[in-house]
């Protein structure tokens, strides 16, 4: 069975900064598209920053600049650094992933709160 682990959320002061991380667990072969996403309270759940098998990667615009994602393939992980962060960032976090196990399904992690205070 497939899970993920996110970790790193924390409450830190604007113009701060935290990195996130997502492993990934059981019986995988490979993954594609690795993701972050966010919901704030009252928000539908947003992208935030996706990264291919390639290495392609694709930013919202409000985190562009701000925001780096990465990811070892060797560690089944992904990274969210965030930078610069505002109080508008405040939301949980959440990872997802495309995994090649023995079918090829989207998968999400649990969550992890990131508040910005001003």
């Known amino acids: 069975q497939v899970q993920l682990v996110e970790s790193g959320g924390d409450l830190v002061q604007a113009g701060g900064s935290l990195r996130l991380s997502c492993a990934a667990s059981?019986?995988?072969?490979?993954?594609?598209?690795m993701g972050w996403y966010r919901q704030a309270p009252g928000k539908q759940r947003e992208l935030v920053a996706a990264?291919?098998?390639?290495?392609?990667?694709n930013y919202a615009d409000s985190v562009v600049g701000r925001f780096t994602i990465s990811r070892d393939d060797a560690k089944n992980t992904v990274y969210l650094q965030m930078n610069s962060l505002k109080p508008e960032d405040t939301a949980v976090y959440y990872c997802?992933?495309?995994?090649?196990?023995?079918?090829?399904?989207?998968?999400w992690g649990q969550g992890t709160q990131v508040t910005v205070s001003s």
């Open positions: 059981g019986r995988i072969f490979g993954i594609n598209d």
């Open positions: 990264i291919t098998r390639r290495g392609n990667t």
């Open positions: 997802k992933m495309k995994i090649i196990a023995y079918t090829i399904d989207d998968y």
